[in-house]
């Protein structure tokens, strides 16, 4: 049984041991399925977006998260993404923190991601060109990082 005082000591640690927390908003589909060889295909699929993301993220730091990707229908161009994306869409949220404060920027994101392939004809609703995350196009970005502050 938790008491008030173990869940704020849990809390307070938590926030001590993670340093910079990033939030990751895109329109490609990145749920975590859980999925593994053999399993259905479109799932399967999604969890490989989803590692991708962790594996670029992971080239640099290791990655931490609460929770899954979340997705929400958002005006993709009101949140960061591509100017030419103004209907709304389904975009996916993923928080995830690092250790170790300035062993990551919001710079360095943009430039590993941008040109990743990645797996499309899930459950997005944008259209894209081409099977990869763009992040230096302000024009047709589906992917948009931010530094959260805690």
């Given at each position: 049984m938790h008491t008030k005082?173990?869940?704020?000591?849990?809390?307070?640690?938590?926030?001590?041991?993670?340093?910079?927390?990033?939030?990751?908003?895109?329109?490609?589909?990145?749920?975590?399925?859980?999925a593994r060889k053999g399993d259905e295909t479109k799932s399967l699929r999604q969890q490989q977006n989803f590692l991708t993301v962790l594996q670029t993220i992971g080239l640099r730091v290791n990655p931490t998260y609460v929770k899954p990707p979340v997705c929400k229908d958002e005006i993709p161009s009101k949140i960061g993404l591509g100017s030419s994306f103004k209907q709304k869409e389904k975009v996916w949220e993923f928080i995830f923190d690092i250790e170790y404060e300035n062993a990551l920027d919001v710079e360095t994101l943009v430039n590993d991601f941008n040109l990743i392939p990645v797996i499309t004809d899930l459950d997005e609703t944008a259209d894209f060109e081409n099977s990869v995350f763009i992040s230096k196009n302000p024009k047709i970005n589906n992917i948009y990082f931010e530094l959260d502050d805690k």
């Open positions: 005082g173990s869940l704020f000591k849990w809390a307070f640690f938590y926030d001590c041991k993670y340093s910079m927390r990033f939030s990751l908003y895109t329109l490609v589909d990145i749920t975590e399925t859980g």
